[in-house]
């Protein structure tokens, strides 16, 4: 069954930096994701990405964040001077369609900001 | 606004009994709803789905139950099983956005005990 892969699975990053998540969402999809999830708590949605735009965003994704898709598979998120609290599980994900469809998540990367 | 929440944080059963999940959400406009587990460390996956037109919708071994008139949502889980420990998710969509993004819920944890 395909599914979306998310690399690296574990990130460590100091304040400040930039840091590049990446993702390779299932093949025939059409809409794309990222989510957060802070240790322990719900999973947040950050911005969609359909027809190489975004579709929407919440207020989590402000101007350190932006999400790229470089070619026909892969899907990026980027934070470009990371704060202590974005340390965080993110999950990319993927739908086939823009409503009436589940999404399928990767299986995140940790991203640890010291 | 709008908001999907979870009346019990946590639940913990019996193998072979039955599970019920509650969810509760705020948001009228509300049509497409999926119901998402999440085992230790990996992201969220499909379980079962309902749009809005629906009162009850069945896959193997679990059942949701929608009721518009209270925006309550259930998931029942039957003869439930150690692998079935996870935290379980309600997540909401709606029509009416670009996006077809999710919003999520609190989650509940299942414990099965053996």
């Known amino acids: 069954e395909p599914e979306v892969t998310q690399t690296p699975s574990h990130q460590v990053t100091q304040m400040g930096q930039e840091v590049i998540l990446r993702c390779v969402p299932i093949?025939?999809?059409?809409?794309f994701y990222w989510y957060r999830q802070i240790l322990g708590q719900k999973v947040e949605f950050l911005v969609s990405?359909?027809?190489?735009?975004?579709?929407?965003k919440s207020e989590i994704f402000d101007d350190q964040f932006s999400v790229e898709r470089p070619d026909g598979s892969n899907f990026t998120l980027k934070i470009r001077s990371t704060k202590l609290e974005d340390s965080a599980m993110y999950f990319c994900?993927?739908?086939?369609?823009?409503?009436?469809?589940?999404?399928?998540f990767g299986n995140g990367t940790r991203l640890t900001v010291t | 606004g709008e908001s999907v929440g979870l009346h019990l944080p946590t639940l913990s059963v019996q193998e072979g009994d039955n599970s019920i999940i509650n969810c509760a959400y705020s948001n009228s406009a509300s049509d497409y709803f999926i119901w998402y587990k999440q085992e230790s460390g990996k992201g969220p996956q499909f379980i079962i789905d309902?749009?809005?037109?629906?009162d009850k919708r069945q896959g193997q071994r679990v059942t949701v139950l929608l009721n518009k008139t209270v925006k309550h949502l259930s998931l029942q889980i039957a003869a439930t099983q150690p692998g079935d420990s996870a935290v379980y998710f309600c997540a909401e969509n709606t029509l009416n956005t670009n996006a077809g993004k999710s919003t999520f819920g609190d989650g509940t944890t299942l414990t099965v005990k053996p």
């Open positions: 309902i749009r809005s037109n629906m």
């Open positions: 990405f359909y027809n190489n735009e975004i579709s929407e």
């Open positions: 994900a993927s739908s086939v369609g823009r409503a009436n469809s589940p999404l399928h």
């Open positions: 093949s025939n999809h059409l809409y």
